[in-house]
């Protein structure tokens, strides 16, 4: 049993476009030479790379614009593609990779004429990626309360502090008669 990979172009400017993954080194991009070519002005010229590494597809990103991205997750490094993973370029592009296994050895039958043709299951259009300035569909969550610093609490409580202090001397100075003894270089009469 065989197994071939492809990538179909789940929405963009050719959506259902069957990509075959035929070779070990693909680049994906803009420019009319890369493997997988497609025309639209989110992909840069030459935006990732597809290489095949024990029998598993790799993605890499080139330096693009607009970025990859995987599962709405973008590409920081190499990624193993899996069945099923969503390939996203800027806002408007995404393929779907698949594997397709095929047995060469196997009979192959054809089809009755009564039988219908298999109807494609409707593709759902991945959820926009929010965008700076955009207002958000639903309630904004409640953010954490805000900490306070803990300097000018601190500055405050010293400053009383002192001034209970000064205070409580002044009352002592006057409460024992000792105005004289602290304050005669200010009271003429001592």
Known sequence: MSVQFQLVMRSGP???TVYPLEGELLTL?????????INDAEISRRH?????QGGKYVLEDLGS??????NGQRLGGPYVLR???????GEQISLVFETVTFDPAATVAS???AVAPRQAAPVV?????????QVPAGPVPIAAPKKTNPVPILIGVGVLLLICMCAA???WVDATYRWCTFFGWLIPAC
């Open 14 to 16: 050719l959506s259902g």
């Open 29 to 37: 991009g803009r420019d009319p030479g890369n493997s997988i070519h």
């Open 48 to 52: 990732a790379r597809l290489s095949l």
């Open 65 to 70: 614009t607009n970025g990859t991205f995987v």
């Open 83 to 89: 069945p099923g993973d969503v390939i996203s370029f």
């Open 111 to 113: 089809p009755r004429a």
């Open 125 to 133: 259009p991945p959820p926009p990626m929010p965008v700076a300035g």
């Open 169 to 171: 001397f002044l009352w």
